[in-house]
Nanobody
Framework: QVQLVESGGGLVQTGGSLRLSCAAS????????MSWFRQAPGKEREFVAA????????SYTDSVKGRFTISRDNAKNTVYLQMNSLKPEDTAVYYC????????????WGQGTQVTVSS
């Protein structure tokens, strides 16, 4: 059974930083892309970033390029999202997700972690 546990969210001011973590289990971690998605209040869940299993390919949505960095530790079955220069529009619940195709999530979700950026 796939389990995903996100952590590291919180309340920060505009321009601040946070590092999210996602501990995964129940599947072969190093055979999947790992992605981050987010969902803001009243909006649909959207793709944020993805990282291939070998670390050799990354993808970011345009609004976070240059500010967010996705990384992973296959030995720990953990994926991270370093978020710098945060903006109020980054406020959302952030979720990690294992997938085979960039931007296309599988139906595996954790509880998410709340990120709130104050102006």
């Amino acid at each position: 059974q796939v389990q995903l546990v996100e952590s590291g969210g919180g309340l920060v001011q505009t321009g601040g930083s946070l590092r999210l973590s996602c501990a995964a289990s129940g599947f072969t971690f190093d055979s999947y892309y790992m992605s981050w998605f987010r969902q803001a209040p009243g909006k649909e869940r959207e793709f944020v970033a993805a990282l291939r299993w070998d670390g050799g390919f990354t993808s970011y949505t345009d609004s976070v390029k240059g500010r967010f960095t996705i990384s992973r530790d296959n030995a720990k079955n953990t994926v991270y999202l370093q978020m710098n220069s945060l903006k109020p529009e980054d406020t959302a619940v952030y979720y990690c997700n294992p997938n085979r195709q960039v931007g296309v999530p599988t139906d595996n979700w954790g509880q998410g972690t709340q990120v709130t950026v104050s102006s």
